[in-house]
């Protein structure tokens, strides 16, 4: 069983930065595709980032550019830098654990408590 909890959530301005952290444990780390997740009240879940276990990353359209996903397999810590923020970014932040290597959709089973990220305009 993985236990994921997310950090660094918060208020910030547009065009401000925010790195998001989500500290894993219960797991083989290195051997789960991790994805950032985020949903805004009212819209659906959508899949804001994923990188898989060799590192190679897959954005939505709308951060490209703007975020970052990279992890840390030494300290079983996946990252997402957020940089130029826009208020639709406003949303509560998840971080998940996929079951394969590959991070696709459908494929995440372990999920973070998740964390609110507001950006004010």
């Known amino acids: 069983q993985v236990q994921l909890v997310e950090s660094g959530g918060g208020l910030v301005q547009a065009g401000g930065s925010l790195r998001l952290s989500c500290a894993a444990s219960?797991?083989?780390?290195?051997?789960?595709?991790m994805g950032w997740f985020r949903q805004a009240p009212g819209k659906e879940r959508e899949l804001v980032a994923f990188i898989r276990t060799l590192g190679s990353t897959n954005y939505v359209d709308s951060v490209k550019g703007r975020f970052a996903i990279s992890r840390d397999n030494a300290k079983n810590t996946v990252y997402l830098q957020m940089n130029s923020l826009k208020p639709d970014d406003t949303a509560v932040y998840y971080c998940?654990?996929?079951?394969?290597?590959?991070?696709?959709?459908?494929?995440?089973?372990?999920w973070g408590q998740g964390t609110q990220v507001t950006v004010s305009s």
């Open positions: 219960g797991g083989t780390f290195r051997n789960y595709a």
């Open positions: 998940a654990a996929s079951r394969t290597p590959w991070g696709m959709q459908g494929t995440y089973d372990y």
